[in-house]
């Protein structure tokens, strides 16, 4: 079973519009006795104008942004963008920003609850979220 959530409300030419895909996992971590810890495997990909300055990939606590150090993300850049693998637990968020050469820059953040993996802000990004269910791949 695949989900999908796409966002296309930008009216820019997709060219110049960064995108953002992401393809996640939901798995099992810890299971207590009222509830399961469960852990986000996420594999990042980021297309963006390649005349963009910076690109910053970071993972923060939900409830926790002021109080807990963000843990900076590793990425590999291509011609077309960015590539990455990533891990997310419950509560926990990725932040993606893209800074333009002009200091305009473009922002999503993306939340890991309830087994979803969910776009919380979006600002000059396409996103497209898409969910693996091991259980339909052979």
Do not use: W
């Not at 393809?23 to 099992?28: G, K, L, P, T």
């Not at 910076?54 to 926790?64: A, D, P």
């Not at 900076?72 to 291509?78: G, L, N, S």
């Not at 979006?122 to 497209?128: D, E, F, K």
């Amino acid at each position: 079973m695949l989900s999908s959530t796409h966002n296309s409300s930008l009216a820019k030419d997709q060219n110049s519009t960064p995108a953002v895909h992401l393809s996640y996992e939901c798995v099992v971590r810890e299971r207590g006795r009222e509830s399961a810890s469960y852990l986000y495997e996420i594999a990042c990909s980021i297309v963006y104008p390649i005349a963009s300055a910076y690109l910053s990939m970071r993972v923060t606590g939900q409830n926790t942004y002021r109080n807990a150090a963000a843990r900076e993300v590793p990425f590999t850049r291509h011609e077309a963008g960015a590539t990455t693998y990533l891990e997310l637990l419950e509560e926990e968020r990725l932040e993606v920003r893209i800074v333009e050469r002009d200091g305009t820059y473009c922002k999503a953040f993306y939340s890991a609850h309830g087994q979803e993996l969910s776009e919380q802000i979006a600002r000059g990004v396409v996103s497209t979220i898409q969910r693996i269910d091991v259980g339909s791949e052979s």
